[in-house]
């Protein structure tokens, strides 16, 4: 099984400071990577599909990048509503598999 | 638009049975793959069980394999999970979500979830 490993676990924030989020894979996945955003009592929502490529309706301030093993979620100026847990899943083979989440908090 | 709606969730002895169902909505259901996936109470996210658009094609993860089987029924746009030989670590909210993606696989769309609390 392909292992996924974020980091942090947890960070804290401002309103408007940039947020950069990574995300290894225990192997090469190429740009079969997925992002995704979950507040408290909700379903997890899609933001970013293959590594890069926003979902419709996300907001432009998010961006995903990377190829191979390390990826990178990045928010450009968060906003209240942006403070949330954060997943990435790899898309590549099964069983597909999530990374242990992080945690953006308002500082 | 996309919905999803999962029922059947509760409380049940270990070593019990459940059946989930998830109520399709607002797409062509039988043109996509659908899974669940769970997430036990504080933690993170787990895929479960994968079935391909036509049924031909069925994955389930080792935590469930044997225990567990997804099944669908497109005519009435739905979607089960049979859960046999439950075990207290199957606790969690079991979501349905739509698989999509040309080269990554990915899941677009989620329905709200339906709690699974396996106790005696």
């Known amino acids: 099984d392909i292992q996924m490993t974020q980091s942090p676990s947890s960070l804290s924030a401002s309103v408007g400071d940039r947020v950069t989020i990574t995300c290894r894979a225990s192997q090469s996945i190429s740009t079969y990577l997925n992002w995704y955003q979950q507040k408290p009592g909700r379903a997890p929502k899609l933001l970013i599909y293959?590594?890069?490529s926003l979902q419709s309706g996300v907001p432009s301030r998010f961006s995903g990048s990377g190829s191979g093993t390390d990826f990178t979620l990045t928010i450009s100026s968060p906003q209240p509503e942006d403070f949330a847990t954060y997943y990435c899943q790899q898309g590549y083979s099964t069983p597909w598999t999530f990374g242990q989440g992080t945690k953006v908090e308002i500082k | 638009e996309v919905h999803l709606v999962e029922s059947g969730g509760g409380l049940v002895q270990p070593g019990g049975s459940l059946r989930l169902s998830c109520a399709a909505s607002?797409?062509?259901?039988?043109?996509?793959?659908m899974n669940w996936v769970r997430q036990a109470p504080g933690k993170g996210l787990e895929w479960v069980s994968y079935?391909?658009?036509?049924?031909?094609?069925?994955y389930h993860a080792d935590s469930v394999k044997g225990r567990f089987t997804i099944s669908r029924d497109s005519a009435k746009n739905s979607l089960h999970l049979q859960m046999n030989s439950l075990r207290a670590e199957d606790t969690a909210v079991y979501y349905c979500?739509?698989?999509?993606?040309?080269?990554?696989?990915?899941?677009?769309?989620w329905g709200r979830g339906s709690l699974v609390t396996v106790s005696s």
């Open positions: 979500a739509r698989g999509g993606g040309v080269a990554t696989y990915y899941f677009d769309y």
């Open positions: 079935i391909s658009s036509s049924s031909s094609t069925i």
């Open positions: 607002g797409f062509t259901f039988s043109s996509y793959s």
């Open positions: 293959a590594a890069s």
